[in-house]
């Protein structure tokens, strides 16, 4: 059974940081590449970061850079995704998401998410 539980979501004062996780189980975690995803009230889901399947390459949101940071350990199947300068604009369910890396397969798992409130 294939799962993604999201973690490490909630309330923070702006100018804090919090680090989220996301544990992979039920399929071959090293084979997909991994992104978070944010949702906003009332707003379209963004894309917020990205890392491949060994984690050579990150691509963040111009709206996130130099104060996210992505990062993954195929050992322990698990991505992070870790928030500094945390802004009131950050605040959102953020969900993890795996792309099969393997060519011509189109498989793709979501998490269910976690809260992240930034305010004071």
């Known amino acids: 059974q294939v799962q993604l539980v999201e973690s490490g979501g909630g309330l923070v004062q702006p100018g804090g940081s919090l680090r989220l996780s996301c544990v992979a189980s039920g399929f071959t975690f090293s084979n997909y590449h991994m992104s978070w995803y944010r949702q906003a009230p009332g707003k379209e889901r963004e894309l917020v970061a990205s890392i491949t399947k060994v984690g050579l390459t990150k691509t963040y949101a111009a709206s996130v850079k130099g104060r996210f940071t992505i990062s993954r350990d195929n050992a322990g199947n698990t991505v992070f995704l870790q928030m500094n300068s945390l802004k009131p604009e950050d605040t959102a369910v953020y969900s993890c998401?795996?792309?099969?890396?393997?060519?011509?397969?189109?498989?793709?798992?979501w998490g269910q998410g976690t809260q992240v409130t930034v305010s004071y």
């Open positions: 998401k795996a792309i099969s890396a393997i060519a011509g397969d189109t498989r793709n798992y």
